[in-house]
Nanobody, 123 residues
Framework: DVQLQASGGGLVQPGGSLRLSCAAS????????MSWYRQAPGKERELVAI???????YYAKSMKGRFTISRDNAKSTLYLQMNSLKSEDTAVYYC?????????????????WGQGTLVTVSS
C-alpha cells in the first residue's frame, strides 16, 4: 500500500524556519514526482512546490526564495525547508505523489496524499 507520512510541523515565530519531512513507502519513490501542498483555515488547498523524479523543482510564486523542496531517494523521503516564515504560511501541509511514473506536470496530478502536518506561524 502507498503510504505518505508527513511530519515536522509545529509552532514557530515569524521569521523562523521549519523543515517538513514526508516518509514514503509502497511504491518506487525515485520514479515519481512529489509535491507539497498546503491548506490554510477557510481557504482552498494550494500547491507549494513540486520536485521531479530527476530533481527538477517548481515553486508557487509566494514561496519562491523562501522554501526549498528536496528529496532523498535512498531514504524515500521528501523534504520542505521553510525559511522566513510569515503568519500567512500557517496551514496544514500535505505531501503528495504524482499519479504517473516519471511525469513532470504543472500543476501536478496527485493520487496519494499524506495525512498533513500543521504549521503555525505566530508570535
Amino acid at each position: 500500500d502507498v503510504q505518505l507520512q508527513a511530519s515536522g510541523g509545529g509552532l514557530v515565530q515569524p521569521g523562523g524556519s521549519l523543515r517538513l519531512s514526508c516518509a514514503a513507502s509502497g511504491f518506487p519513490f525515485d520514479d515519481y514526482a512529489m509535491s507539497w501542498y498546503r491548506q490554510a483555515p477557510g481557504k482552498e488547498r494550494e500547491l507549494v512546490a513540486i520536485i521531479s523524479s530527476a530533481g527538477g523543482t517548481y515553486y508557487a510564486k509566494s514561496m519562491k526564495g523562501r522554501f526549498t523542496i528536496s528529496r532523498d531517494n535512498a531514504k524515500s523521503t521528501l523534504y520542505l525547508q521553510m525559511n522566513s516564515l510569515k503568519s500567512e504560511d500557517t496551514a496544514v501541509y500535505y505531501c503528495a505523489k504524482d499519479s504517473v511514473r516519471n511525469r513532470w506536470r504543472i500543476p501536478p496530478e496527485s493520487d496519494y496524499w499524506g495525512q498533513g502536518t500543521l504549521v503555525t506561524v505566530s508570535s
